[in-house]
């Protein structure tokens, strides 16, 4: 009602606008440093200032998508009007509480403060991360401030989005969710699309491409991203503990991997002849040779996309693989051999390109000629 009272710029915008992102509302206000920690996220007085002042409306609503973390602020405030709690009371009553979700609050809680990992700055801007203090996001709690686990996560947003899951949302409710309202980026035809709260994207490629849904997430200190393909159920929560942690490519590429492996049955799977598997590394990287789906690869695990550059190896003998196919940059033709401890683990492997790479847990030192 304060909106309405106030005259201000929004009043006419619905909710469903809002959870859309088409509301047209300013990002995060007119003074977001509470976002680098210069001064306080804003409380429920701030917030409602912030939308009552001209100007908070930068385009029309319904015209186009515009990322609002006001808008999913002034959408708590809606959840405690219309339920009588508080959001935090809400949220579990509503979500934690029936899906049983013991770790996942509405904000941070200093009672646990030893429980959360640290946040910490961005390489990007510094030879060195700087820890960030743990800050209660205040009004803005529905937008930023909900805590979790990566376990978590993923059971609350299997609830959400499979289709035979009605603990919080019925089948038709879900449906309308799920349902793709605008494009994110200037291209309509683009991988991202987004629905009532939800981030709607493609991953893969050819056969193994899934649409999935989820969200990303950011905090000072933290990036974050869950994502659920509703088709096979596999679900991936990537938390990260830094302003540049790579959330998004993880969880992509986690994906990607599993929706590869999953293509191929369990015969198919059975039927490939792995002399041996593992992640292996030296000074110039990680190397994991691992059978996905019904081909035995060797895969680059820290690719943003590890499948779309992959050498494909057959068996040649008990320790023993060639290269039949890869990169023409690569070692395409070339043997793979591998040297065994007296148990018959794998102690290191000659690769191709004739250089040796030992198992990744070993601290990896260069030896010096001369």
């Known amino acids: 009602p304060e909106l309405a009272e106030a005259g201000s710029e929004l009043a006419d915008v619905t909710i469903a606008a809002l959870l859309e992102h088409g509301a047209g509302v300013l990002r995060d206000g007119f003074d977001g440093d509470h976002w680098q920690h210069s001064g306080p996220f804003p409380d429920r007085r701030h917030l409602l200032a912030i939308a009552t002042t001209p100007g908070v409306a930068k385009v029309a609503p319904d015209t186009a998508f515009n990322y609002s973390n006001v808008g999913y602020a002034l959408l708590g405030l809606v959840v405690e009007a219309a339920s009588g709690l508080s959001y935090a009371d809400h949220l579990a009553e509503r979500i934690t509480g029936p899906l049983g979700l013991r770790d996942t609050t509405a904000e941070y809680v200093p009672e646990r403060a030893d429980e959360y990992a640290a946040a910490s700055t961005s390489l990007r801007t510094s030879r060195e991360r700087t820890v960030l203090p743990h800050v209660d996001t205040r009004a803005m709690a529905a937008a930023t401030g909900v805590t979790s686990t990566a376990s978590e996560l993923v059971s609350f947003f299997s609830a959400l989005v499979l289709p035979d899951d009605e603990r919080l949302l019925t089948a038709a ?72 942690g790579p959330a998004a490519a993880l969880s992509t590429g986690i994906l990607e991997l599993l929706l590869a492996d999953s293509a191929a049955t369990d015969a198919e799977r059975a039927a ?80 191709g390109g004739g250089m040796t790479l030992e198992p990744w847990t070993r601290r990896m030192v260069p030896s010096s000629r001369g």
């Open 272 to 351: 490939v002849d792995a002399p041996f598997t593992g992640r292996f590394g030296n000074m110039w990287g990680l190397q994991d040779f691992q059978v996905i789906g019904d081909r035995f690869l060797r895969i680059d695990p820290t690719a943003e996309h590890p499948l779309d550059s992959v050498d494909v190896l057959e068996r040649t003998g008990d320790s023993s693989a060639r290269i039949v196919e890869g990169d023409g940059f690569g070692s395409v033709g070339e043997e793979v051999t591998a040297d065994r401890g007296p148990d018959g683990s794998v102690d290191r492997i000659r690769a």
């Open 173 to 244: 409710s879900k449906r309308a969710q799920q349902r793709p309202r605008y494009a994110t980026s200037a291209d309509p035809a683009g991988p991202r699309r987004y629905g009532y709260g939800l981030i709607v994207e493609r991953v893969g490629s050819g056969a193994h491409e899934a649409t999935v849904l989820g969200h990303s997430g950011g905090y000072p200190g933290h990036i974050t991203r869950t994502a659920v393909d509703p088709e096979s159920g596999w679900a991936v929560s990537v938390l990260t503990n830094a302003i540049d």
